[in-house]
């Protein structure tokens, strides 16, 4: 089965305006989403979606594969089935450029561990006391099959049981759709808990189709705001091997 990956950039983000551009460890954040993105095994293609001419340039510059895609796109996916129109395959993987340490394969696994689902995203262990409240960070809950119940900004599941011993789960910004699984999501209403809990993928939630949650031990660091970029800078210049 054909892969593709697909990294939506867009410059007017609300909590940090030019983010794709902002610097890390020397380079620009696009490129170390485009850099992990290449690593990846099971991909036949990376593209780069933007709505900027900067950040397209930028791309280029590095030697990535822009794609310029309308402005008017209210979501990644959004922007993700301008580039599926274009360029066809069996699955697509929507993986957001905030996420500069999550290794090519991570996104193997998410592949790897799709399946014959629709969708499928990765959650890791929620590991500092600071994220359960920290609405940036989004939780997701699982059934016994580990398709997803719920996403939440809010820590979820409550724990009022203190005696069980539970591990609240942090979603990863990555998706993988199948091709029909993408258009399907596209041609929906933007649902009410989506708008609610501002979640894209609770419009999947909410109209039942499955998302399969593949776990990974990988401790990532999704870089939504500039105190986030500060803490992902320091995280490496402890740690070179991130780089």
């Known amino acids: ?36 993105a290449m690593e990846c095994k099971r991909a036949k293609k990376v593209v780069v979606a933007t709505d900027d001419q900067r950040i397209f340039d930028v791309v280029k510059g590095f030697g990535g594969e822009p794609l310029m895609t309308k402005s ?31 290794p090519g394969k991570e996104i193997d696994r998410l592949i790897e561990g799709m399946g014959a689902a629709p969708i499928a995203t990765l959650a890791r262990k929620l590991m500092e006391d600071s994220e359960r409240k920290n609405p940036n960070v989004v939780k997701v809950v699982c059934d016994v099959d580990g398709f997803a119940i719920y996403f939440s900004r809010a820590p979820i599941p409550f724990l009022k049981n203190k005696t069980i011993n539970y591990s609240l789960q942090a979603h990863v910004g990555i998706y993988a759709f199948s091709s029909w699984a993408l258009q399907k999501f596209i041609s929906l209403p933007y649902g009410i808990l989506e708008q609610v809990e501002s979640l894209e993928q609770l419009r999947a939630i909410e109209n039942r189709i499955p998302i399969r949650v593949v776990s990974t031990a990988y401790q990532t660091v999704a870089i939504d705001t500039p105190e986030d970029l500060s803490k992902a800078d320091q995280m490496l210049k402890h740690n070179k091997e991130l780089l």
């Open 1 to 36: 089965m054909t892969t593709i990956i697909v990294i939506p950039a867009r410059w007017g983000s609300s909590r940090f305006p030019g983010k794709p551009l902002a610097m890390l460890g020397g380079k620009p954040l696009i490129q170390w989403a485009w850099e992990r």
């Open 72 to 102: 008017s796109h209210l979501s990644g996916t959004d922007r993700v089935a301008e580039v599926a129109a274009l360029y066809k395959a069996d699955r697509y993987v929507n993986f957001q450029g905030d996420e500069p340490f999550l």
